[in-house]
């Protein structure tokens, strides 16, 4: 297998990590990642990760917490599984960066970008933590701009769906998937695929985005080497 692309930006949703248990981290899910993680990295391609953290706090869970407040939680919970990852990475022998946009130097860098592209050069993996840094901001508008920022050549979006549909496939069995659609339809069609923030970012930028299941045998790894399977969002 040959990769399609040099760079990637990897948007791992937190649910995705807590497999079946749905909350919490899955040490048989983190093991599938890391490996197809490991293969891609072998075959040249440099890595940046950004991970959410819904698989330990999502939103104001129901309580009269303010926002602010709630999501700054939230980038905390984005940082226990960035460092759960970059400890199983590194189990692996392949040196890895966790980055941070809040700062907390005892337990991981400053994100600097020049520093993330430095790190790619030297062969290692960089998690990015933290989502943007700022409440009102979700982790998917988060690995749009990081992805932007690294001139990424694809914006890769694990799900626990396996692609874009017209509606929830969860409660209508007769949604339709999408496998190629352009931003401006997931835009005007208010499609729950990714927010409009990150949609709109891409799609200035040119950074094309691929949606797809992350339980998939191999996903990622296929992604990486242009295999049709998920959602391509682009311009075209």
């Not at 075959?43 to 129901?62: D, S, Y």
């Not at 700054?72 to 960035?82: F, K, R």
């Not at 020049?114 to 979700?138: D, Q």
């Amino acid at each position: 297998m040959q990769p399609k692309y040099k760079r990637i930006l990897l948007k791992l949703s937190g649910e995705a990590l807590a497999g079946e248990n749905r909350f919490g981290l899955n040490e048989e899910v983190i093991s599938r990642v890391v490996d197809q993680l490991a293969a891609v990295h072998n075959m040249g391609v440099e890595i940046g990760i950004v991970i959410g953290g819904g698989n330990f706090w999502r939103g104001r869970q129901g309580t009269q917490m303010d926002r602010t407040t709630a999501d700054q939680m939230g980038m905390l919970a984005t940082v226990m599984n960035s460092l759960a990852l970059m400890d199983a990475i590194e189990r692996r022998g392949i040196p890895t960066r966790v980055q941070t946009a809040l700062n907390m130097i005892s337990v991981a860098e400053p994100y600097i970008l020049r520093k993330a592209l430095h790190h790619f050069e030297a062969g290692r993996i960089v998690i990015m933590a933290c989502g943007t840094g700022n409440p009102y901001c979700s982790t998917d508008t988060a690995a749009a701009q990081r992805a932007c920022e690294i001139a990424a050549d694809v914006l890769l979006m694990a799900k626990n769906v396996d692609g874009i549909y017209d509606d929830d496939p969860r409660t209508n069995p007769h949604a339709k998937k999408y496998d190629k659609i352009t931003f401006r339809d997931v835009i005007s069609g208010g499609l729950k695929a990714m927010d409009a923030t990150a949609a709109t970012m891409c799609m200035e930028n040119d950074v094309p985005v691929l949606a797809f299941a992350l339980g998939e045998e191999n996903s990622i790894l296929r992604a990486v080497c242009g295999e049709k399977l998920g959602t391509l969002i682009c311009n075209e």
